[in-house]
């Protein structure tokens, strides 16, 4: 991890618009740019919109508070992109170009000098679309500019107070909908209102995945004691909206991206 670096990239950015998503990597960003701008320097921006689970959006606003700074919520609907709803291989694209589209647009109203988000070295080496659409609108990542990783991000979480354990890996609800499938807001609601009572408790990785009726829910085998004296309540609440929930075949296993 090269902290200077990261230092000066931040200082020379200037007035800047930070995408939180309310994840642990935005996370440290916002409080690290914070540091060092301070408050009137620095515009947390999230974007709601059907695929943010309520947990993350009350976590920014919690963030926000802490940090003394006003959140911002840009309200966005991808379900009305008939490319992304058909969720192809572009799904990710779609939604990220119209997140940072409109990041770019408040950042030119408030003569911010960047729009950067929590993208790190490590993300490099995966199949992220939206990476795409964050070089077409030149959308800054710091994390890459100073080479640091997932674990150099958890070492800067620690020098900035935040616990180890703060906010597990996570990403948006449409993941949990295979590829193909048209992405509905019923889908959508039904996976988050599964997900929901987990969220506040699990320290891993969890998902809801939609299988044809059946929600699959996979699980860290850390969460196992708390998943578990919740399990009725949550296949009720799959039975609520037209869903059977079944666990992987081996309960406890990892859950993937």
Not at 9 to 19: D, E, H, P, S, Y
Not at 105 to 122: E, F, K, Q
Not at 137 to 163: C, Q, S, T, W, Y
């Amino acid at each position: 991890m090269d902290g200077a670096l990261l230092d000066s990239v931040i200082r020379k950015m200037g007035r800047c618009v930070v995408l939180f998503s309310g994840g642990r990597d935005s996370e440290v960003l916002l409080r690290f740019a914070h540091s060092l701008l301070g408050s009137r320097r620095v515009v947390p921006v999230t974007a709601d919109s059907p695929l943010l689970a309520g947990f993350y959006r009350e976590r920014a606003a919690a963030v926000c508070r802490e940090l003394g700074i006003a959140p911002v919520f840009i309200t966005l609907d991808p379900l009305s992109d008939p490319v992304f709803v058909v969720n192809g291989e572009d799904r990710c694209y779609r939604c990220k170009r119209m997140i940072y589209t409109s990041a770019v647009r408040m950042a030119g109203s408030l003569n911010a000098g960047a729009v950067a988000d929590g993208t790190h070295a490590g993300d490099l080496s995966e199949d992220r679309p939206g990476l795409r659409a964050a070089g077409e609108l030149g959308v800054r990542h710091p994390f890459v500019e100073a080479n640091m990783d997932a674990d150099d991000i958890g070492k800067l979480a620690l020098r900035l107070g935040m616990r180890p354990e703060t906010v597990p890996p996570d990403s948006c609800l449409a993941t949990r909908i295979p590829g193909g499938r048209k992405i509905t807001w019923n889908l959508l609601k039904a996976v988050e209102a599964v997900e929901a009572p987990l969220r506040p408790l699990a320290g891993g990785r969890l998902r809801a995945r939609v299988a044809e009726d059946r929600l699959i829910l996979e699980f860290e085998d850390s969460d196992r004691n708390i998943v578990f004296p919740l399990l009725e309540r949550l296949r009720s609440i799959a039975a609520d909206a037209g869903f059977r929930l079944e666990m992987p075949e081996s309960s406890g296993h990892s859950p993937s991206r």
